[in-house]
């Protein structure tokens, strides 16, 4: 069969590009510096070699731009659109999500093709390096070369078949212009992915640690041949893959297994993204369980890649009183929001600091704007002189704070005690921070209560506002400049938690329930407070700014960074020195789990899905405890649209489910009686919304015997209903 490939802008790609920092291993990396390039130079091993480096610049763009979010964590249980629409199509699976998302709602609208046509091209260059194996022959260059180009194109065909299926299958180099197309069944995309990934996996570096220096490994490889076998084993491909089952699941155990001994779980979950002190330095970027990842090593921030997480997850706090945008907080963009009926009750909030550590429930007070007077303890004073001087100033008292108080924890917020505007510009100073002894300004709650002790409101709403404790993970305080939309920080691709994960699946697929839910336990004994542990400790990146070297003037003094959460506010004790004290003292415990003791909080979730059999409520448990362990980490629509578990799940995205919004209190209006709006919504389509449209450029610029396509081509080469 003709190998065929996309018609793309400019696809024969010239010289290579040549990435000014050290992504690879010292002899990988040196080379003879050109002032002008040739193609000729690709005939020569070190030119090859060059090219080949440049494919790590593949590997940023899942982290660089719009398309990360939409393609990813949009549509799913886990976010939903925040303040900004720009991609709202997204999450809500309408009728503007087509061959062209049409219409746009601005220039950061995503189209369909633009993951396509990003990976398509890498994939190409790949291609170009296999197509002159023989040239590396006999050179100490050519393991590495090659193993990166094995690596992307199946990394790049297993990201775009799971979103796209069917694909135009290419694996020759394209010199000349071709425009006549088909698409290879998901089958043959498969066994080619697989294929490229072992034959990765025999050439990469077996040292685990070159991980934390960007570079990707045989274990890196061996990752993504687990994913790669269990995505082929899935309910997406339950059309074909019968014969392939049995094998692919041996597969994802051996893989796991080998990752997970390569690469050992850290024992801190903070070590994963909230410890970061600055580039390269800091245990984030540099921990064992780093399988693969996307950034630098070069602290030069000229070379650094632009990591959009920091300011997409944001919730937006600089209009709260005595706050405004500044480094450690990072710029709102406000395009993702967390879900509140599926965050806020997914965690046992006692026992797990998975929660404490994955979101953000505080901020310091880094401003003096102007309030009106309030009455604290019968005396009139202005806040703006309450909090003077250095009062302000790096993080030293507690500006505004996001309650999660559940119903079964019992703690009961008023109405006349916390803010309910959807941008709160008012002050409650209802509670005293213990930490310090001083009032605390803008106080929010999942719950909010009437004095006759019923819920009568939420602060966290599900339509299109900002207030939500946001995801944290991200956050960089050490950039240059307070209105950063990108952060300088690596891009955290693989993890050997996943492949836990990974392994756990495997069996349960096996119907050995009880011993895949058994090999999570190092998971959830990770996720544990330990004894000593202070459980309203709080640190995320922005913590970072304090030994930031490039900010100067207003910039540097300013902080809204707390070191606190609202772990006592939310579930009692605030009040209570001692007994704060002992429970800081005191491990927590996280239940053991088997197909017969599942925790509340899961079989909450099995309940309101309706699984009955042991296998579907396994799965929902392994897919929330994912949720738990890897919140946004750029995973989630993807586990769920190969479980077909996505259109259940959307119950807990009011705004993909339906256009009529229902809170967490079961209420369609907010507390001043306004009814959520969402204009969309409610539109998944099963038989057509778990996979994407085949872009129409695509579609336009192809050719069959010569002619371009006909309407009807066209539909057939589409996928289903789009």
Known sequence: MKKIFIL???????????????????????????????????????????????????????????????????????????????????????????????????????????????????????????????ILEGSPLKDETLGIAYFTRGFNYLFLVMQYGDLPLVIDAISTPEREFTRAPRKDVYEQIIKDLEAAYGLLSSNPADATKNIATKYAAAHYLAKAHLWRASEINNDWNASYKDADLKAVIKYADEVIAAHPIVNEYNDLFNNFVDYDTSITETNSEIVFSSGSSNADINYRKSHWGLALFTAWYQGFPMLERDVAGAREYQRMKTTPSYAYYLYDLENDSRFWKSFKTTYAINATKKVKEV??????????????????????????????????????????????????????????????????????????????????????????????????????????????????????????????????????????????????????????????????????????????????????????????????????????????????????????????????????IINKLGYTSDYDKAMCYLLNEKSREMYGEFLRWMDLARTKTLEKRLVFNDQAYSTTLVDITGSTTDMSGTTYKCTYGGDFNPSKHYFRPIPQTHLDNITKDGKPLTADEKAAMQNPGY
């Not at 000014?20 to 040739?38: L, Q, Y």
């Not at 510009?425 to 209560?449: E, F, Q, V």
């Open 8 to 134: 793309l802008t400019n696809i024969v790609l010239g010289a290579a590009l040549v990435m000014g920092t050290s992504s690879c291993s010292e002899d990988f990396i040196n080379e003879t510096k050109r002032d002008a390039m040739s193609s000729d130079w690709l005939n020569e091993p070190e030119g090859l070699a060059s090219m080949a480096r440049s494919l790590y610049l593949n590997y940023g763009y899942f982290f660089s731009n719009e398309s990360s979010y939409a393609y990813t964590n949009y549509g799913t249980d886990e976010f939903m659109v925040a303040g900004d629409s720009s991609n709202e199509m997204w999450n809500t699976y309408d009728a503007r999500l087509g061959s062209t998302v049409t219409p746009r709602v601005n220039s950061n609208t995503q189209d369909v093709n633009t993951i396509w046509n990003s990976l398509y091209q890498w994939i190409q260059r790949a291609n170009k390096i296999i197509a002159k194996a023989d």
């Open 375 to 604: 009455e604290i303890d019968g005396t009139k004073m202005a806040v703006n002189d309450y909090y003077t001087g250095d009062d302000r100033n790096f993080s030293k008292y507690m500006g505004a704070m996001y309650i999660i108080n559940r119903e079964d924890y019992g703690q009961k917020y008023y109405s006349d005690e916390v803010n309910v505007d959807k941008a709160p510009t008012t002050i409650s100073l209802t509670r005293t921070d213990y930490r310090t002894g001083k009032k605390i300004p803008t106080i929010m709650a999942l719950n909010i209560y009437d004095k006759s002790g019923n819920i009568v409101g939420t602060s966290m709403t599900p339509d299109y506002n900002t207030p939500h404790a946001p995801l944290c993970k991200y956050l960089d305080g050490a950039v240059d400049k307070n209105n950063r939309g990108d952060g300088f920080r690596d891009g955290l691709l693989a993890r050997s938690s996943e492949d836990y994960f990974f392994k756990a699946e495997a069996l349960i697929r096996q119907g050995k329930i009880n011993e895949g839910l058994a090999v999570l336990k190092p998971i959830r004994d990770r996720a544990q407070f330990k004894a000593g542990e202070a459980r309203d400790a709080y640190v995320d990146g922005g913590a970072a700014l304090a030994s930031n070297n490039m900010i100067t003037g207003k910039y540097r003094n300013i902080s809204a960074f707390y070191p606190m959460n609202s772990y006592y506010y939310s579930l009692g004790g605030w009040d209570d020195e001692n007994y704060r004290a002992a429970k800081n003292a005191t491990a927590s415990v996280l239940p053991a789990v088997t197909s017969s003791n599942y925790p509340a909080e899961d079989m909450r």
